[in-house]
């Protein structure tokens, strides 16, 4: 079965617009975010020679990107409680009758997890997108040296994510596996086989934040090195860039490290994600058949 023919898909499918203008909401609101260090460099600028010009412009700003803001929270909290809603009393209407109780508390766990990844997850991932390539759209325009120097960065930022994809992905099946009877331990009432069954998932747990901490590691330094980097490059130019410049390219660089750093959590939530996709698409298919 795939993605699109499963509960979540089919839940998807009837929320469409819903989603659709919950992230289109979050976009407007990244595009003020991605905006507010340029007006910010105006605004120095302006005030160094004495105008409030850019100051008044930087306000604007700020005031639209948080009324965007304020609407698309409100929002998106009544469109994912619906969502969640539809889904978990389909799954247990529809799929859910000759499953145990420690799978169905487990499926509800994980279903969970899936809004919340939509809801959350998903949001952070089109943030990392948006700081990554909007910044070096931004500083194309300000100077190409440092773009290469971001986009050379991107090469061991790609090796390293696709190691830690795949030891992510095989832990989380693990994780999920011992989720999924974490009823059952509990209602047998037997201290050793609870407490030995915290421990496992604590164990599973431990493997992963230190999995994500390794990662976490090489990109820093990766970050380092550009951050290092583009000071150097940039500075080369001497006085002939303005302050305000200046801080507008430090901070759209900024940007681009913050949108590498996000990569480790991301590809340990998409690993759990795909798994337990797989899991709630494997008890439909048994009670379909």
């Not at 009758?97 to 899936?114: H, K, P, T, W």
């Amino acid at each position: 079965m795939t993605v699109s023919q499963s509960p979540i898909g089919r839940i998807l499918r009837e929320y469409r617009w819903s989603l659709a203008l919950t992230y289109a909401l979050f976009g407007l609101e990244m595009l003020g975010s991605l905006a507010r260090p340029y007006f910010l460099g105006v605004a120095i600028d302006d005030l160094l020679v004495g105008r409030r010009d850019g100051l008044l412009q930087l306000v604007g700003i700020h005031v639209i990107w948080m009324c965007i803001g304020m609407l698309r929270h409100v929002y998106d909290t009544r469109t994912f409680a619906g969502v969640y809603t539809a889904f978990i009393t389909r799954l247990f209407d529809r799929s859910m009758a000759g499953v145990d109780v420690s799978r169905r508390s487990a499926y509800s766990s994980l279903s969970r997890e899936i809004i919340e990844f939509l809801q959350y997850d998903l949001v952070y991932v089109i943030e990392a997108l948006y700081n990554v390539i909007g910044a070096l759209v931004i500083l194309a325009f300000y100077d190409r040296a440092v773009v290469l120097i971001c986009l050379v960065a991107l090469v061991p930022i790609a090796i390293f994510s696709a190691v830690y994809g795949r030891r992510t992905a095989a832990l989380n099946i693990r994780k999920h596996d011992e989720l999924e009877r974490q009823v059952e331990f509990i209602s047998s009432n037997n201290t050793s086989l609870i407490g030995a069954h915290y421990e496992r998932l604590r164990h599973w747990q431990v493997r992963l934040s230190n999995q994500e901490a390794w990662n976490f590691g090489a990109t820093e330094l990766v970050v380092i090195c550009v951050l290092a980097g583009a000071l150097l490059v940039s500075t080369e130019h001497g006085n002939t860039l303005r302050a305000g410049v200046l801080v507008s390219l430090y901070n759209y660089v900024l940007r681009f490290t913050t949108g590498l750093d996000t990569i480790p959590y991301t590809i340990q939530r998409l690993a759990a994600l795909r798994d337990i996709l797989r899991r709630l698409n494997r008890v439909e298919s048994s009670a379909l058949a």
